[in-house]
């Protein structure tokens, strides 16, 4: 599976970004889909997941209720609104994908995943 990442750039504090991963190669329903995001000088973290069934789990507690992760399985595309950003949701954001088909399941770690895109740059302004 190949996974091309866009929609991410500079905004202003408060503002909105929805960034988009396009899947390739394989059968998209297949796949858990997760977005992750590296800050400067930190360790990559997970921001939220989704099962194909559209069961999602967020990470941290700072994302929840400003972040929406959302998946179109006819379009084999997940997207990530972020809505009220701030400027430590500065970051690389990466998509990544793992085989799971489970209707309800839940992959967090970022060893649990198997494919990754190449990241795209969210920067958030003052």
């Known amino acids: 599976v190949q996974l091309q990442a866009s929609g991410g750039g500079l905004v202003q504090a408060g503002g909105s970004l929805r960034l988009s991963c396009l899947a390739s190669?394989?059968?998209?329903?297949?796949?858990?889909m997760g977005w992750f995001r590296q800050a400067p000088g930190k360790e990559r973290e997970f921001v939220a997941g989704?099962?194909?069934?559209?069961?999602?789990?967020y990470g941290a507690d700072s994302v929840k209720g400003r972040f929406t992760i959302s998946r179109d399985n006819a379009k084999s595309t997940v997207f990530l609104q972020m809505n009220s950003l701030k400027p430590e949701d500065t970051a690389v954001y990466y998509c990544?994908?793992?085989?799971?088909?489970?209707?309800?399941?839940?992959?967090?770690?970022?060893?649990?995943?198997?494919?990754w895109g190449q990241g795209t740059l969210v920067t958030v302004s003052s």
């Open positions: 989704t099962s194909w069934s559209r069961i999602s789990t």
């Open positions: 190669g394989g059968t998209f329903g297949n796949y858990y």
């Open positions: 990544a994908a793992v085989r799971d088909g489970r209707p309800i399941a839940t992959r967090t770690r970022e060893y649990e995943y198997d494919y």
